[in-house]
Nanobody, 114 residues
Framework: QVQLVESGGGSVQAGGSLRLSCAAS??????????MGWYRQAPGKERELVAT???????NYADSVKGRFTISRDNAKNTVYLQMDSLKPEDTAVYYC??????WGKGILVTVSP
């Protein structure tokens, strides 16, 4: 059974940084083959795409995070990361990791204070 577990969330002041991790278990191919992604959902809003990375490490970012967030993967560790720099209060949300939009983590809260 494939499981995705997010970690690294928390509270930070505007301008700060956080690094989210998404560790996959149950299959060594989950991270290596599928398109991995990070989504987020702010209170009262719909879930939105933050970033994706393909098996060939092609990356895609939402316009709102370009130049501030970086997605990466470590196939040996079966883990995907989201480095978030220059955080803004509008980045406050629950962040979800997904593998191929088939498997989803439970989400982790990121709170950015002014």
């Amino acid at each position: 059974q494939v499981q995705l577990v997010e970690s690294g969330g928390g509270s930070v002041q505007a301008g700060g940084s956080l690094r989210l991790s998404c560790a996959a278990s149950g299959s060594i191919f989950v991270v290596r083959i599928n398109v991995m992604g990070w989504y987020r959902q702010a209170p009262g809003k719909e879930r939105e795409l933050v970033a994706t990375i393909t098996s060939s490490s092609s990356r895609n970012y939402a316009d709102s995070v370009k130049g501030r967030f970086t997605i990466s993967r470590d196939n040996a560790k079966n883990t995907v990361y989201l480095q978030m720099d220059s955080l803004k209060p509008e980045d406050t949300a629950v962040y979800y990791c997904t593998s191929g939009q088939r498997y989803w983590g439970k989400g982790i809260l990121v709170t950015v204070s002014p």
